[in-house]
């Protein structure tokens, strides 16, 4: 191995930002190949090795142990682990041990369900990797884009991904999509010859194509410059990866709940502790009590049933097409209050379809939708046969001649499985004309290319010129057989009103025949265009002329004189069946939707209007109007604009910041590396699973695995049922603590001792918190979830509503089981019998009236007659073992002396049956009063 190439790392790395304004002849040097041969084995080995493979590395993952962690820092998990240690000094290992089981629960399966979604967020990339076809040692080869290297020679054609960043050796009529790393939405054309003079912008590098964008036009070979984290895109990527990871509203408010509720509880525990000892209590006795009632007040099952309820609601979400990257991002959905999406793919098909076609005055409709080949061709509503209008097929044939785009059949056993090889544009004119019989195939041998003029945004058009073959008679000629005198056709298409300038005649709809050009026909012309243009369609021009001879390279422009002007042909991405349903859900839910695209304003608007996006007094804005405001201007603005047309990555966070400035929740799409900074600012970042670059996957919350912005509603949706399970497992266990701790507090004040004792306590903690909590987070969500408005995003989780029925239920438990104590003393006539009968029927009483109060939680605002008694299974077999545990404690004799029970008999059941059922009376009432609408 030379000197040279031992130093060659370092060399490539110096130059790599100079390659664009080196000619081709330097660039080769200074990564020291020969474009025939390209790279030796031996040496890709070493670049191998010193480059490392051509991938974006993700940030350093967290270790195990520093996920377990970051599991167990809220301030309750800390609490009921020091309830745990107290537990097991005081020789209560049973409990000490459950609070532990409990816990570690918790934190496996918060850190189970990261690792799963970013496990599947690993798959989505490797299905992503693309394959990169090279010459090495002389010979082209295919191989994994990964073991790319600098000095590697890469070979592009249309529809190829950029596998990493090159120098571009030769581009003939190259165009790349750069729009994830520029925004642009059109496709560069680039020029291999070309050498740039100084730092120029990336969308201006005309002579250099990028990792991570897309050829659709053209082919082209690039010389490897750069890979992995060295590319364009791998900047972006190491500079995401050092932004720190906020907080959610939901962690913050469950910590905060958290630390109200352990502080208050340790304050209420040492209250009775104190309160019994100055009446002359057994000291041990009260501690115990204290220490009992400490752990049952603070709802230890809140971290694991919170966690559990996020899980099922991510897998729920996964069924939904929709991808959480962090477990607690699934609430945050739930309090959108504005979805900023795309338009291409998001809101509609990402398929281009031709529907229409104007011929000589005649406009004719076209059906079908996407690249399926299944469509007809109508007039007047009326469907036609296009032997009948030649002028129709000659538009339809021009389109398929002056095309560089294939269709594939996907799937043999279905042959409307269509794969497109190219522009979207471009295949969607072969589908239109496959629709009226068609065979690409048989064209291109009946007429085969023999020189072109490609298109450039500068002319506006593209020019293809083709020799008439004998098999023209067979094929799908529109208008002529060859003859010597026409062997030659120019066929064109391009803007409009520059194809219409180059025409002298225009072609008949109903005969072979054409007749001239005059001004009022021009103007007919250009009124249709604008008529199609004005419903969102993409329009093009068709031309064509016949010549005698070839006119040879350098005469192709005198193709463009004397035209016939064919026609106009419209084409539309059209939206996606299920997004005007979910905008309309959307909207009944308090959401509004934002379009932010790259496209022009008069489609953007056509399309948000054909949806029902645009509401009433409402406005498009262009990126042009965005940049005339300043940022107060600009909030104004937001507040009444719907659409954002050919917007810039600069923009779109501004649309962000604006939005967020009016105190709304963002949530925002994106698939390229520009949307990145705008996914990171939103509120809630969601990146598109299959046009989305890696960059955007790794910075969004979510990934939509389809693309669609019906799956976005969804998850909202879900979004919105999770965090209503919370605060019903919330109000649930609050509740039911509060009445606990005024159980013991009441009582001890007065020097009447405990109703319960500590182990009852315990016992009673677990099987009230337990199952039917855990059951609580498995509710479906009541009927009207989307037509309530978002909460506000600093609006506690107990609010004033819930507050209130927090205290009707603690006061209604309170009253029922001190009179149960009450009547099992008096049922007992005092003493040690009376004793435990007495604590038998109060700790009976609370115990089932908590189990039936779980049924009314189900709904804050519905009754339960209303959402079925038993219409969540889960909640009834909760319910089942929670009560088969409480018999088992009173009529086994063996758990007797241990909880300090007696055997209820029939009549003891009697007294206390009435009293089980006034707590969860007094909350369906309480919800009537306060949700009277729903009632």
Known sequence: MTEANKKLPEKSHEKKSSFGTSTIEESLKILEVDPSIGLGTPEVALRLGKYGHNQLQEAPRITFLQMVIGQLKSFVVILLIAASVVSALLGDWVEAIAILLIVILNAVLGVVQESRAEEALAALKKMASPEARVIRDGHRISIPADELV??????????????????????????VEEAALTGESL?????????????????????????????SYGRGTGLVTATGMSTKLGEIATMLQTVVNEETPLQRRLDQLGKTLGWAALIICALVFIAG??????????????????IAAVPEGLPAIVTISLALGMREMVRRHALIRRLASVETLGSATVICTDKTGTLTQNEMTVTRLWV??????ITGSGFDTEGQFLLDGKEVDLEKYPGARTALWVGMLNNDAHLEIADQEDKNGIRIIGDPTEASLLVAAAKAGAELKEVNAAFPRTAEIPFDSDRKRMVTLHESTEATADDFSPYYHPTSAERYTAVVKGAPDVVLSLCKNIQSMDDQHSHPLDDATRAKV????DAMTKDALRVLGLAFRTVAAHPGEENLSALEEDLTFVGLIGMIDPPRPEVKPALLIARQAGIRTVMI???????????????????????????????????????????????????????????????????????????????????????????????????????????????????????????RV????????????????????????????????????AIQLLWLNLISDGAPALALGTEKGDPDTMDQKPRPSNEPIINKKMTIGVIVQAVAD????????????????????????????????????????AFTARSERYPILKIGIFSNPKMNLAVLSSFLLLMMVIYVPFFNPIFDTYPLQWWEWVEILPLMIIPSAAAEISKWFLYRRNA
């Not at 000095?151 to 165009?175: Q, W």
């Not at 000892?277 to 009992?292: H, K, N, R, T, Y």
């Not at 250009?526 to 265009?529: D, M, S």
Request: charged share 20%.
């Open 150 to 175: 600098p000095g590697d020679i890469v070979f592009l054609e249309a529809g190829n991904f950029i596998p990493a960043d090159l120098r571009l050796l030769e581009a003939v009529n190259l165009r």
């Open 187 to 215: 496709p560069v054309q680039k020029n291999a010859i070309t050498v740039l003079k100084g730092d120029v912008p990336l969308g201006d590098m005309k002579n250099c194509a990028f990792m991570g964008t897309l050829v």
């Open 277 to 294: 000892w100055i009446q002359g209590g057994d000291p041990l006795e009260l501690f115990m009590i204290a220490v009992s009632l400490a």
């Open 360 to 365: 000589d005055g005649k406009l004719l409709e």
């Open 526 to 529: 250009l009124a249709a265009n």
């Open 597 to 719: 695209t790259g496209d022009f304003a008069n489609t953007a608007r056509a399309i948000g209007e054909s949806i029902g996006l645009i509401q009433p007094g409402h406005a498009v804005m262009t990126g042009a109007q965005i940049s005339e405001l300043d940022d107060d201007g600009l909030r104004k603005a937001a507040e009444t604009t719907d659409v954002y047309a050919r917007v810039s990555p600069e923009h779109k966070m501004r649309i962000v910041d604006a939005l967020r400035a009016n105190n709304e929740v963002v949530a925002m799409t994106g698939d390229g590396v520009n949307d990145a900074p705008a996914i990171k600012r939103a509120d809630i970042g969601i990146a598109m699973g299959i046009t989305g670059t890696d960059v955007a996957k790794q910075t969004a919350d979510m990934v939509l695995t389809d693309d669609n912005y019906a799956s976005i509603v969804a998850a909202v949706e879900q979004g």
């Open 722 to 757: 999770i965090y209503s399970n919370i605060r019903k497992f919330v109000y649930y266990l609050i509740s039911c603590n509060l009445a606990e701790i005024l159980i013991i507090f009441i009582p001890t004040l007065l020097g009447r001792g405990s109703p319960l004792s």
């Open 814 to 853: 309170t009253i029922t089981t001190l009179s149960a104590y009450l009547i099992g003393w008096n049922i007992g006539g005092g003493g040690v019998e009376g004793t435990r009968i007495a604590h038998t029927m109060a700790f009976v009483t609370l115990s089932l009236s908590e189990m039936l109060r």
